[in-house]
């Protein structure tokens, strides 16, 4: 069974149209990821979530916003999408305690912008 | 800062050829490594992985062994099939930010 769903998994925008992207675990994971993936390059960490605090890169555009409600659910807030941020997004969590850093990740959510 | 270098893709390959995707690092402290495998069209699955040096990952017949000695992980499969073609990505577990640094992915495709 699946353990960390993203939906959707295809989302279509038009340039400039707020769009948001979800994510939720069933692993009880302390930390959450956002990537930014293009064209099968690696991915780039956009922020993360260590329980409520939240962690941005520094190279994060303002156009990325981020909510974790509650443990189980984190969400991608892409305020006003350009042509450059059709991407593939990533969300995967990463245990803590005994943890050996595995990320585990979701199946992706693609976003094309029009 | 924290490093992972994979060589450069595509690799092309015929069916049951062996396989050797060369990853070494730079890393501060005892970092995990990993070997991440994406689908065309999917996320990102945990291939292998090795936490201390000497440890040897295995996993459908792929193997990497740590080694620090020559700060590698390099990835080999004796036989590769057509649905091993995918996109295999190198990574380590930062001990000094926790975060999960990549190589730049190399693309592997299997001929019948």
Redo the contacts between chains.
Sequence with gaps: DAMVIQNPRYQVTQFGKPVTLSCSQTLNHNVMYWYQQKSSQAPKLLFHYYDKDFNNEADTPDNFQSRRPNTSFCFLDIRSPGLGDAAMYLCATRGTGLNTGELFFGEGSRLTVL | GDSVTQMEGPVTLSEEAFLTINCTYTATGY??L?W?V?YP??????LL?A?KADDKGSNKGFEATYRKETTSFHLEKGSVQVSDSA?Y?CAL?SSNT???I????T?LQVKP
Excluded at chain 2, 41 to 46: R, V
Excluded at chain 2, 102 to 105: I, K, M, N, R
């Design positions: 970092p995990s990993f991440y994406q069209g999917e996320g990102l699955q945990l992985k936490t996109v990505f577990s926790g975060k999960l990549f190589g730049q992915g693309t």
